[in-house]
């Protein structure tokens, strides 16, 4: 499971925790992904992927813009950080925000579900690859 932490420092980074059963849940004390490493003040919305035999956690930068992508490995232990995933555009309905990715496939064809426009006041959008 991953998903946004903000603590004493008052920036939000990803965390990740893990269990056998559902029950009973181990979690890292270490950012999965810190804030800082990739030029956000705080990063969230975060969404697992594997592809091409690895792992990846795909994630907003701040309260929303573009989406970000970092490889971490089927094992959690690269920090691959590969940049924009997707580059939100200025008009409607992202507005410059683009947020909370989560993905599915239909019929074959990958589809992105995410957040779009102003936070709070956004909609819901669909993005198919």
Avoid: C
């Avoid at 991953?2 to 965390?15: E, G, P, Q, S, Y």
């Avoid at 813009?65 to 995933?85: C, P, Q, Y």
């Avoid at 200025?90 to 989560?102: D, I, K, L």
């Amino acid at each position: 499971m991953v998903f946004m932490l903000n603590n004493t420092t008052n920036h939000r980074d990803i965390h990740w925790g893990w269990s056998a059963d559902g029950r009973n849940w181990s979690y890292d004390q270490q950012p999965l992904i810190r804030h800082g490493d990739v030029g956000a003040v705080n990063v969230g919305g975060p969404h697992l992927l594997h592809r091409d035999n690895s792992t990846f956690v795909v994630y907003n930068k701040g309260s929303g813009g573009d989406i970000m992508i970092t490889e971490v490995g089927n094992d959690f232990s690269k920090r691959n950080h590969l940049g924009v995933f997707y580059n939100s555009r200025s008009a409607a309905p992202e507005n410059g925000r683009a947020a909370a990715p989560a993905f599915g496939t239909a019929g074959g064809v990958p589809y992105m579900i995410y957040e779009a426009g102003e936070r709070l006041a956004g909609a819901i959008a669909v993005a198919r690859g």
